[in-house]
């Protein structure tokens, strides 16, 4: 007795169950296992995605928050020393000398941020910073006289100094690329927002005696730091620095948790052991690297340090720090009215940075420099007019007020936070924590220049004209974008290097090194040192 047949799919097996409808069973059921463990595996890989976006920007955020004792001295400066003048009867001269002091020093902190942060390592420098930092808004605090407050004032330059410039360099190093340029704004954020609570403090303790709402203001700028303690545990150290240490295991393992992709890992891993390279006996040391630097290591220098100083000589710390006397040639005389008008200053500032945030990764770095610059130019000349034509009234506090804000609200978009973010992409590995300091002197020395000399200058040339000043400055900052600032979105920091070593990528804004004329760049690189 044989078995039936009704053709292919009339084959019988056994049991009597037509073979096509067991095989095609055994494809269904295959099919779904494939289709479950694809699923496992998007549901893994998404797992993955969200913690490691969620570690790195908790890292960028503990990192950032030395910037904030940075904004709170800003903020909290500008009204406080409203009454210091009437607690301690200092001049005019001394005021100028107390407001912008901190940032004189601050470069001391900086120069030697750069090379601590090579030999104990990025984390540990920010603990240092907040220590010193702590120590003199404790003396602050409790001076009993000028000397004793500028002493507090010095510890507290040389602390904000060690933390501000580290700050962008470590969130730069553990950053993603497609998220670095978001994270690496978060510094300026944190200043924004520091000097935003300055400006509530200032108003909040306003009402007490002079001889306590000062010493308050001050104390409160002491939490922060506490916070950084607490930070400590948390952060890893930069991976980068790992590898100049040649840690590489732990290096590793601060990749895999800052690497969405497990398979970049080794990837980046090789292409950081390859910028850092190996130590010989024919590098040159740091120091004379950047004293007579490579001719793509000088581009480096003028751009990374030019867009430092245009960040202040545009006078942005006068602003924010002398608010209160802008306010009040244009009319306003009571000191609660002052304080209230600067909260919007700081309201301003801290809102619209988020505008950069969002789109510093999407739009580019060069797109959002030349919106912020150009209209900059366009607030400081209006508010030098608004104070020359118009004198005194309330139209003229309302422009003065506008125009203010204005000018804050557009160096959030741009200036103010990508200079951190281009500084601290562009510089070498061996020499990018030093390279940054450099430029950070130059942005401390300018800001302090401004500060020091706001009120003399404004003296001798009105008000209305020292805003023209920085007006003009401000047009010479479009132009340095466009001709020396070059578009870094969407490229590693070794790919970075690459572009700068490329003549043609410095010629001007519409000549820029594509991705894959980068990565070639990268791969010719590695063939010629191998």
């Given amino acids: 007795m044989g078995f039936q047949q009704h053709g292919d799919n009339g084959d019988m097996g056994l049991s009597g169950i037509p073979l096509g409808s067991k095989n095609k069973y055994k494809r269904m059921n295959s099919e779904l296992a494939e289709d479950f463990d694809d699923a496992l595996n998007q549901q893994h890989i998404e797992e993955r995605r969200n913690s490691t976006?969620?570690?790195?920007?908790?890292?960028?955020?503990?990192?950032?928050?030395?910037?904030?004792?940075?904004?709170?001295?800003?903020?909290?400066?500008?009204?406080?020393?409203?009454?210091?003048?009437?607690?301690?009867?200092?001049?005019?001269?001394?005021?100028?000398?107390?407001?912008?002091?901190?940032?004189?020093?601050?470069?001391?902190?900086?120069?030697?941020?750069?090379?601590?942060?090579?030999?104990?390592?990025?984390?540990?420098?920010?603990?240092?910073?907040?220590?010193?930092?702590?120590?003199?808004?404790?003396?602050?605090?409790?001076?009993?006289?000028?000397?004793?407050?500028?002493?507090?004032?010095?510890?507290?330059?040389?602390?904000?100094?060690?933390?501000?410039?580290?700050?962008?360099?470590?969130?730069?190093?553990?950053?993603?690329?497609?998220?670095r340029g978001t994270l690496t704004s978060f510094p300026e954020i944190f200043i924004n927002i520091g000097i935003l609570l300055g400006y509530v403090s200032n108003y909040a303790f306003s009402g007490f005696s002079a001889h306590i709402n000062w010493r308050i203001m001050l104390a409160v700028g002491i939490l922060p730091s506490v916070f950084i303690g607490f930070a400590l545990f948390v952060i890893p150290e930069?991976?980068?620095?790992?590898?100049?240490?040649?840690?590489?295991?732990?290096?590793?393992?601060?990749?895999?948790?800052t690497i969405e992709n497990e398979k970049e890992v080794d990837e980046r891993l090789a292409e950081i052991q390859q910028a850092a390279g190996v130590p010989s006996k024919e590098d040159k040391p740091v120091w004379r690297e950047l004293i007579f630097p490579s001719p793509s290591l000088r581009r480096m220098l003028i751009t990374g340090c030019g867009i430092q100083c245009f960040q202040q000589i545009t006078g942005i710390d006068a602003t924010v720090y002398y608010s209160p006397?802008?306010?009040?040639?244009?009319?306003?005389?009571?000191?609660?009215?002052?304080?209230?008008?600067?909260?919007?200053?700081?309201?301003?500032?801290?809102?619209?940075?988020?505008?950069?945030?969002?789109?510093?990764?999407?739009?580019?770095?060069?797109?959002?420099?030349?919106?912020?610059?150009?209209?900059?130019?366009?607030?400081?000349?209006?508010?030098?007019?608004?104070?020359?034509?118009?004198?005194?009234?309330?139209?003229?506090?309302?422009?003065?007020?506008?125009?203010?804000?204005?000018?804050?609200?557009?160096?959030?978009?741009?200036?103010?936070?990508?200079?951190?973010v281009v500084t601290s992409e562009i510089f070498p590995l061996r020499l990018r924590a030093q390279a940054s300091s450099l430029g950070f002197v130059g942005n401390r020395l300018c800001s302090g220049l401004v500060a020091m000399s706001f009120l003399s200058v404004g003296r001798a040339i009105t008000v209305a004209g020292t805003f023209f000043v920085f007006a003009a400055i401000s047009g010479l900052a479009v132009l340095f974008v466009y001709f020396l600032v070059p578009e870094t979105k969407g490229k590693s920091l070794e790919q970075i290097e690459m572009v700068f070593q490329n003549e043609l990528a410095?010629?001007?804004?519409?000549?820029?090194?594509?991705?894959v004329e980068v990565e070639q760049l990268v791969q010719n690189k590695t063939i010629l040192t191998n």
Avoid: H
């Fill in 53 to 179: 976006r969620k570690y790195v920007l908790a890292c960028a955020i503990f990192a950032s928050l030395n910037n904030v004792l940075l904004g709170y001295d800003v903020g909290v400066m500008s009204g406080a020393v409203i009454f210091i003048k009437e607690d301690l009867k200092i001049s005019e001269v001394k005021e100028e000398f107390l407001v912008g002091i901190l940032s004189v020093v601050s470069l001391l902190g900086s120069l030697g941020g750069g090379r601590t942060s090579d030999m104990i390592g990025r984390k540990w420098t920010m603990a240092v910073a907040a220590v010193v930092f702590q120590s003199g808004a404790l003396t602050m605090t409790l001076a009993p006289s000028f000397s004793v407050l500028m002493i507090g004032r010095l510890l507290a330059g040389v602390g904000i100094g060690f933390g501000v410039v580290i700050a962008p360099i470590y969130i730069a190093e553990i950053s993603p690329n497609i998220s």
């Fill in 325 to 420: 006397e802008i306010f009040k040639a244009a009319g306003i005389k009571d000191n609660s009215k002052l304080l209230a008008a600067t909260v919007a200053v700081g309201i301003s500032k801290t809102i619209f940075i988020l505008v950069a945030i969002v789109l510093v990764d999407k739009l580019g770095r060069k797109p959002l420099l030349y919106i912020s610059t150009i209209g900059m130019t366009i607030c400081l000349f209006s508010i030098g007019a608004t104070l020359s034509i118009f004198g005194q009234g309330s139209f003229v506090i309302a422009l003065a007020i506008l125009f203010v804000c204005g000018n804050v609200a557009f160096f959030s978009v741009g200036l103010g936070p990508i200079c951190w």
């Fill in 238 to 257: 930069s991976p980068r620095w790992l590898v100049m240490q040649n840690r590489i295991e732990e290096a590793r393992q601060v990749l895999l948790k």
């Fill in 506 to 515: 410095m010629q001007g804004s519409q000549i820029e090194l594509g991705d």
